[in-house]
Nanobody, 127 residues
Framework: QVRLVETGGGLVRTGGSLTLSCEGT????????MGWFRQAPGKEREFVAA????????FYETSVEGRFTISRDNAKNTMYLQMNSLKPEDTAVYYC????????????????????WGQGTQVTVSS
């Protein structure tokens, strides 16, 4: 069974940085693209960033581009989200997710394209 576990969330002040990690087990981690999503209080879950199965291609939601960096280390079965210049509006529960299609070229932003999800990690940015 595939399992994804996020770590690294916490409380940070505006302008600060955090790095989230997502470790996967249960299938060949490096064969699947991955994504980060987030859900703020009272809002629907939204796409944040995606990375290809080999890590060579990335895609970001507009509001985080230039501030967040998605990366992965397939040898460690782990994906990362480096978040810099954090803003209060980045406050949310952050989820990692694994693509449903093996070695897909596209980098999907839609939730239904991801089969497995982590439990989420809370990120709170104080003003």
């Amino acid at each position: 069974q595939v399992r994804l576990v996020e770590t690294g969330g916490g409380l940070v002040r505006t302008g600060g940085s955090l790095t989230l990690s997502c470790e996967g087990t249960g299938r060949t981690f490096g064969d699947y693209g991955m994504g980060w999503f987030r859900q703020a209080p009272g809002k629907e879950r939204e796409f944040v960033a995606a990375i290809s199965w080999a890590g060579g291609r990335t895609f970001y939601e507009t509001s985080v581009e230039g501030r967040f960096t998605i990366s992965r280390d397939n040898a460690k079965n782990t994906m990362y989200l480096q978040m810099n210049s954090l803003k209060p509006e980045d406050t949310a529960v952050y989820y990692c997710a694994a693509d449903r299609i093996r070695m897909r070229f596209a980098l999907p932003a839609a939730e239904h394209e991801y089969t497995y999800w982590g439990q989420g990690t809370q990120v709170t940015v104080s003003s």
